[in-house]
């Protein structure tokens, strides 16, 4: 799992690693490949946003907030708000989608 606190002094082209194939399903993938969801938003939820256990799963959900915060550290993020990701509590991405109503978001 990606550990959220970066560096401050981390180029903004590091701030982003690869999403490793092996940390996401199949159908993941082809969800972000169906719902034009970059590999970028994905790391930035997964780095900068909200973290929610819910339904044995964590999800990771980035909004105005988490985007606020995030500035300094990773620069504009706006473009990917409302962008949630679902992990396995193992940390496998199981699919990602969007959504800026947070309100289904359970604690």
Known sequence: MLDKRLPN??????????VASDI?????NARMIS?????EA????????????TR???VYALGKKEVKKAY????D???FMGVQVVCSHRG????????????????
Request: a positive charge; proline letters at 3%; aromatic letters at 6%.
């Open 35 to 39: 719902r034009s969801i970059s590999e």
């Open 92 to 107: 496998v991405v199981i699919t990602a989608y969007r959504n800026r109503n947070f309100r289904g978001l359970k604690h």
């Open 77 to 79: 993020l706006s473009r």
């Open 72 to 75: 300094h550290e990773a620069g």
């Open 24 to 28: 996401m399903t199949h159908h993941a």
């Open 9 to 18: 002094h981390a180029p903004k082209e590091h701030l982003m690693p690869s």
């Open 56 to 58: 044995g799963a964590v």
């Open 42 to 53: 994905i790391l930035a939820a997964i780095t900068f946003g909200k973290e929610v256990f």
